[in-house]
């Protein structure tokens, strides 16, 4: 069994795609995935399980479908998600206007394809963006709610995507460090 971690994208977000999260650790269980963990109400997953990790997200999707959610469902290896807080650019000193942008097609976004004339357009004072490998990070200084970015996002980044804050990231990280303590 491999640890993984699901990241679904749009649960509970303005009373849309309602989903507690004991129902979902109980779905995710009957799709036999082992050990599930959630973090918040938006989606944030760790469990083990054997298939590969596109094999997992469809199952999910799958039984959420069944639920009538239109949720796409990401799932990274552990690896995914440490790089993103160890590569973040931008000072962590405020981890709730830091955003990690994990993009559901990673291999589509390079720096020349990150749309900086839109990310200008709407970017406010301060405001910064850059790209790593299949990720984006955002840093929003007058927050991420009120950005004129967020809805843009995945426009900017020219592939669907799902984000966290830093601080969101942080706590996964930190779960993902104590399934790894050895016990």
Known sequence: MALNVALLRG???????ALPMAKLRALCEGLGWQEVQSHLASGNLLFDAEDAPEALAAALQRVLSGLGLDVPVLVLPPERLRAALERCPFAPDEPKR???????APASLTPASLDRALFERFAAPGDEIAEGEGMIWLHTPGGFGRSKLAPRL???????LTARNLSSLAKLVEMLDARDAPR
Do not use: K, R, T
């Open 11 to 17: 649960i509970n977000v303005g009373g849309a795609n």
């Open 98 to 104: 830091v955003h990690v942008g994990f993009l559901f």
């Open 154 to 160: 995945e426009a900017i980044a020219g592939a669907p």
